[in-house]
T-cell receptor
């Protein structure tokens, strides 16, 4: 069990560029979650998958955001046409389907210039 | 009003002190209650979880849940400088896939 892995750890980009983050969950976990955390706040839910199906999306997830989990293993989160307000830590978490709690990765910190 | 309220602190205590961290919540559907510890530039690390009401103890940590008052607590005994971190309370329910709702986090400093 190597834990939840996220890549890259830090991404710096110019406003208007597209970025993509990757998450590798704990191998036996069939649920995968994405959260966003800004300075001084707790993580906020964005979306989650059970296996390859995306079951819920938060209203925080605008049309510029898209997430995939094509084979029910790793997941990607893409942000198109980045804006200053997208600067945050993007956290991935995973769990078993009947578990009320999740294990988190160390996140991808996004900085928009 | 937020679903989960948590005093952001900061809370500063001397080494060896007993620390009490608390959260209140409004959604009676929450079933799982968690405490996560987060160090700077790292992800949240699960410390304790409790299902429904009651107490749970793990070493120097004790978690308490009072569903009738919608109030949860984390106690840290014999606090150490290595306990200095942000502590996040969190809650979930089996409706909506156990997506977790977090408090804002309390910053704790334990002085040697």
């Amino acid at each position: 069990d190597t834990g939840v892995s996220q890549d890259p750890r830090h991404k710096i980009t110019k406003r208007g560029q597209n970025v993509t983050f990757r998450c590798d969950p704990i191998s036996e976990h069939n649920r995968l979650y994405w959260y966003r955390q800004t300075l001084g706040q707790g993580p906020e839910f964005l979306t989650y998958f059970q296996n390859e199906a995306q079951l819920e999306k938060s209203r925080l997830l605008s049309d510029r955001f898209s997430a995939e989990r094509p084979k029910g293993s790793f997941s990607t989160l893409e942000i198109q046409r980045t804006e200053q307000g997208d600067s945050a830590m993007y956290l991935c978490a995973s769990s078993l389907a009947d578990s009320g709690f999740q294990h988190f990765g160390d996140g991808t910190r996004l900085s928009i210039l | 009003q937020k679903e989960v309220e948590q005093d952001p602190g900061p809370l500063s205590v001397p080494e060896g002190a007993i620390v009490s961290l608390n959260c209140t919540y409004s959604n009676s559907a929450f079933q799982y209650f968690m405490w996560y510890r987060q160090y700077s530039r790292k992800g949240p690390e699960l410390l304790m979880y409790t299902y429904s009401s009651g107490n749970k103890e793990d070493g120097r940590f004790t978690a308490q849940v009072d569903k009738s008052s919608k109030y949860i607590s984390l106690f840290i005994r014999d606090s150490q400088p290595s306990d200095s971190a942000t502590y996040l309370c969190a809650m979930s329910a089996n409706t909506g896939g156990f997506k977790t709702i977090f408090g804002a986090g309390t910053r704790l400093f334990v002085k040697a």
